[in-house]
């Protein structure tokens, strides 16, 4: 089954590329099943960018999925046309009424900032205390995960002297945990970050598993026993080309940044990148619908409330 997606939205023209079945609104009110209802919401400059890679990743499922982008508030984004703005997306406060089965929170640029300065960390909280209790299952990804883990749980994230930047290899901490199901016990994931929460501080949490790591950067994928909260620190969203992006982005602001590790041919920049980790974000994303989202969530989502 397909994911919708709204109306003329750019990014179907490259998922109809890949052979991805997308439908928009229109072709969608025939289909006479439950949808599932799932939230984006973008925190990311670069949203036309952001939308393709985790629609890709929420396509590899038999479930019809309704897709709303949501903005945290009515700011200009630096990078993406105020049209799209207004034609896809719907502010917050238009679905604060609204029951999501999933809702995904993404990253943000932000890893300099305390949590405080951040401009729209009020409305941040606002959001995730609303998705506790109006969403079956969130997942957050990069700074939505450290920030989360703040505001639920008080442990703040501290920064790495270095960047952490590369395609790593992760180990399965729980086998039989459903996120996980189909996981090789080493798999690599790419991760682009300076923040870090450290493993004793999540052992501290009760009722939150550590599913996968790294030597290099701890905790990867972090889920709550209710499964009403997953962690997620890197980027299995990513494009073969978006550590590279991101590299030529720190070149024109710092002239010798770190080369993105185990990520170029001979760590060569000048070489085409290795990809490694597609396989296992596509599954991740598909357990995460599957059994953490559907196996779960009620029929009507106004019990979610209750």
Not at 234 to 242: F, K, L
Not at 283 to 294: A, G, K, M, S
Request: aromatic share 12%; charged share 25%; with cysteine.
């Amino acid at each position: 089954m397909p994911i919708r997606i709204p109306s003329n939205l750019p990014a179907q023209n490259v998922l109809d590329k890949e052979r991805i079945f997308v439908m928009d609104t229109q072709r969608a009110a025939t289909q006479d099943i439950r949808p599932m209802e799932v939230g984006i919401l973008n925190l990311m400059p670069n949203k036309m960018e952001t939308e393709e890679q985790f629609l890709r990743l929420l396509s590899n499922t038999p479930l019809q999925i309704n897709i709303d982008l949501i903005r945290i508030d009515n700011q200009a984004p630096k990078n993406t046309p105020a049209a799209h703005m207004d034609d896809f997306y719907v502010e917050f406060d238009d679905v604060v009424n609204k029951q999501y089965d999933g809702l995904i929170v993404t990253g943000a640029p932000l890893a300099h900032l305390a949590y405080q300065d951040v401009k729209y960390w009020e409305k941040m909280t606002v959001i995730l205390d609303w998705a506790r209790r109006n969403v079956q299952s969130t997942l957050f990804s990069c700074w939505a995960a450290h920030a989360a883990i703040y505001h639920f749980f008080g442990k703040n994230r501290g920064l790495r002297d270095h960047k952490l930047s590369g395609v790593y290899r992760h180990f399965v901490q729980n086998e039989h945990d459903e996120l996980l199901r189909g996981f090789d016990p080493v798999f690599n994931a790419p991760q682009s970050r300076f923040g870090e929460i450290s493993m004793a501080d999540y052992a501290s949490i009760p009722g939150l598993n550590v599913l996968a790591k790294s030597d290099e950067g701890g905790a990867y994928i972090v889920a709550s026993e209710d499964k009403r909260m997953v962690f997620v620190t890197g980027h299995p969203e990513y494009d073969p080309e978006s550590l590279k992006q991101e590299y030529q982005r720190d070149l024109l602001i710092n002239s010798e940044p770190q080369i993105p590790v185990n990520y170029f041919i001979d760590d060569d920049p000048n070489k085409d990148p290795i990809v490694s980790w597609r396989a296992h974000g596509s599954l991740l994303f598909t357990n995460w619908l599957n059994y953490y989202v559907y196996q779960n969530t009620p029929y009507d989502l106004a019990q979610l409330s209750e």
